[in-house]
């Protein structure tokens, strides 16, 4: 049987869809290879929300085309956003790529590899994948996409060029998934979209269906990313509140703290509209933990605007946040305007972000020491041989001694002592 090495860049989205694949190509007959010298099929799952990872997946490809010298059957290919990217130019000019495939031509994949090099990138308004079972990594965490593409058009970004317009997965197939991983021994869900909380399938909005799933058997936690602040209705904040295994934790992505850069950037709301949901979350949902995405050197943000980005930093403190330097993009609108944010500028801006993140994230952290904390245990902790880690429910890395508690168990531990990113037990 023919196999299939899958190598996965990006978010979270491009994990599912790396499960996807392999779920839809072991029912062809392909097995799953470990390493990339032994497989039939190198694919690259990939990523371009920035121009920094699509110059590590050339980089890549470079790399893996020693596999087709002694193995000249080997077929080398790109999934994903930066397969849809440059699809017109990708065949012609990376010399041992044998296909392309884009986000919405996944289904095609075991047909497509039987014949000669091609490339697939059409996108599909109707595409959900909501018939195809993804073969999921073991783990106690199930990743289940909901809803595709985009319809946004933030300026700066992608997204919508390469996976296509909104459109989400029928609310019985979401469930259905869901009870199949509660039966295959998952304890979490996370529910994906790159517009999560815009979810709706005729009548079941978002809120509905965090409902819906609520309660269903062996699933103690669900969470959900991306949401977007201007989907956050009120049907979905009452969920939070309500429901017992949805998670206090909510990554609301902000970009900005500045008026004029949010306005250019097109995110349909400004500083005191995202500052007034996050009063909302939080009156609704006591003690929640926030995490956001910040861009730092948007085109035209000065000194002024940067300083507000701090300023919303401090006032909202976020619990951990994802800071990125402006990469320009193609196809975008903002990759038509001039860049005034030198690098050396937008390296400074980054690290003056990721310094007063970790100053606030250490301080909510402290907070926590001298509590209890229920952790969903994952499996050894990382740096420390003989203990256990896992995630609490306001999605912190707890670390413990090991007590003989297996991935999967609800444990509760005392914090004695914390860090910016992890809450400890004493020893
Ligand atoms: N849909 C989500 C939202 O709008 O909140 C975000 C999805 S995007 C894949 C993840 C993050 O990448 C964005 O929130 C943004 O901070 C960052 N990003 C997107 N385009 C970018 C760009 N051109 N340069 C730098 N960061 C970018
Ligand atoms: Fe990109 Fe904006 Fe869509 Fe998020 S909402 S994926 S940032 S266009």
């Not at 009870?179 to 079941?204: I, K, P």
């Not at 320009?328 to 609108?333: C, L, V, Y």
């Not at 999605?395 to 809450?423: E, I, N, Q, Y």
């Amino acid at each position: 049987m023919p196999s299939v090495y899958i190598e996965t860049y990006g978010c979270q989205m491009n994990v599912a869809d790396t499960e996807l694949m392999r779920g839809h190509l072991a029912r062809s007959g392909y097995t799953t290879a470990s390493d990339p010298g032994e497989a039939d099929v190198i694919l690259l799952n990939t990523c371009a929300i920035r121009e920094h990872a699509e110059e590590r997946i050339y980089g890549r490809l470079g790399a893996l085309a020693q596999h087709k010298v002694r193995r000249p059957h080997v077929q080398i290919g790109l999934a994903g956003c930066m397969a849809q990217h440059f699809r017109d130019r990708l065949l012609d000019q990376t010399p041992h790529l044998d296909f392309v495939v884009g986000p919405d031509a996944y289904r095609r994949l075991p047909s497509l590899l039987s014949g000669d090099p091609f490339i697939d990138v059409r996108l599909d308004r109707d595409e959900t994948y909501a018939d195809l079972t993804p073969a999921r990594a073991a783990g106690v965490r199930a990743w289940i996409t909901i809803m595709r593409g985009c319809d946004k058009f933030c300026t700066f970004c992608i997204v919508p060029y390469v996976r296509g317009r909104e459109r989400s997965v029928p609310a019985p197939a979401v469930l259905e998934q869901v009870r199949d991983v509660a039966a295959q021994g998952y304890r979490e869900v996370v529910f994906l979209g790159q517009t999560v909380n815009a979810y709706r399938d005729r009548d079941v909005d978002f809120g509905a269906l965090l409902r819906a799933t609520d309660g269903i058997e062996d699933i103690a936690r669900i969470r959900f990313t991306s949401p977007h602040p201007s989907d956050m209705r009120d049907s979905a904040i009452e969920a939070m509140a309500s429901c017992r295994s949805v998670c206090p934790h909510l990554h609301l992505p902000v970009q900005s703290g500045s008026n004029p850069v949010l306005q250019r950037m097109e995110r349909g709301y400004d500083a005191d509209e995202y500052l007034r949901l996050v009063d909302r979350v939080r009156a609704a949902v006591p003690g929640l933990a926030l995490s956001t995405d910040i861009i730092v050197g948007f085109p035209g943000e000065t000194e002024r605007d940067f300083e507000a980005t701090l300023e919303l930093m401090r006032a909202v403190r976020f619990d951990s946040a994802y800071m990125f330097k402006y990469s320009r993009r193609d196809h975008t609108k903002a990759g038509k305007w001039d860049e005034s944010v030198s690098e050396a500028e937008k390296a400074q801006r980054l690290q003056a972000v990721i310094a007063l993140q970790e100053r606030i994230g250490a301080e909510i952290n402290a907070e926590w020491v001298g509590r209890e904390v229920e952790v969903l245990v994952e499996g050894p902790a990382r740096r420390r041989t003989g203990w256990l880690a896992g995630k609490t429910r306001h999605f912190k890395t707890a670390v413990f001694p090991a007590d003989g508690s297996s991935p999967g168990d609800l444990v509760r531990m005392r914090v004695a002592h914390s860090t910016a990113h992890t809450l400890v037990a004493a020893a």
